[in-house]
């Protein structure tokens, strides 16, 4: 049984849209065309004054977060978290995570996100969330160094997370999530790359969020930090790196012939005063950047879209170029390159790409009249606009009602956390 779509339209490259008939199968984009015939068995779903488009790539998150959305807010990142967030993460139990995970995801699935990159603890409950909801995700259990014995014991854990869940239902990839350079020696690092490139898997590594990273490394390590990454062995890895919001031209330069994917999360930055990573200039010195919300306690939603158009919007007024960033490139970061860089084929509407797609109502004040259909997705759509939600050619919702995730039993759940972790 496939899904057939009937009648939708799509984004020409030219940013027209086209009406076409697509079909999905086995989880992949089977064909597109003018017209198409249903076989008896498919689900058939109307695409009249919708659009279709590539779901979007969330490539930085702490989905479980979600728990602590508001919990502290307009403090500076290092008071903010080892006074507020470490402390009540400390009360999360991990069935905590489990539900956390599952509010993230149907928040995501609302807003027409089909793949995430997360970095959490236990990663175990986050697995369990995404395997029973449908949504795919690269997954890394976040590593903090303390001593030799327990980095050992959580670089193994690690490993058999990676085990276990690497290739799940087709929708799970993992990674191994060293925190940042402020919590993990570079010596630290080297052997986690070891393992990641013996189990060809991606290192998620936060880097360069704040200005002061750059003295820590130097004071404590005797490293600039593009001479950390060497040190680290992450340049040999396939690597995405988490903010660099003070990385300077040079360096993104430096970066830019490796597999270093730069996870931009502007708004996070925004609101903890890191700082602005000028983004239209790494990608200009062939940086590869891609996007991320980072955890809802630091940004504190997971609407990409948002986060798409303040990226561009950002870019443009800081460099005084209204050319940067448009929204052509933009969406492109919003979706393919987020997939290219967890290393998925999607993000795009073709034939042999994954099945991960959205429906957009068009029908709306807010989109009508549509001339080009990458300005309306990245300047204008807002979450809700979203009707229909497609992972691996599996439904996971449809006229806004989520068909993976009981909504009302999931709030509750995390109702009665909050008020324990409140306690
Ligand atoms: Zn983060």
Redesign the pocket.
Known sequence: MGIFIKGTYLVHSSGKLEKKDVYLKEGKIESIANTLYAYENDRVIDGNNKLLVSGLANC???LSMTLLRGIADDIPLKQWLENEIWPVEEKLKPEDVYWGAMLGIAEMIKGGTTVFAD?YFPEDEVARAVAETGIRACLAPGLIYQNAENGEKKLKENVNFIKKWEGWGNLITTAFGPHALYTCPPEYIREIVKEATKLDVLVHF?FL?ALWERDYCLKNYGLNPLDFLKQAHLLDAHTLI??GVHLTPEESRNLSPYKIYLAH?PT?NLKLSSGIAPIAGFLKNGLKVVLGT??TASNNDLDMWEEGRLMSFIQKGISGDPTVLNAEESFKIMTNNGYNALKMKGGVVEEGYLADLILIDLNTPHLTPIYNGFSHLVYVVHPEDVTTTIVGGKILMHNRELLTIDEEKVLGKVRDIARRLKQ
């Open positions: 930085h998150t702490h970095m936060h969020e988490a903010h999360n996070s980072d955890g």
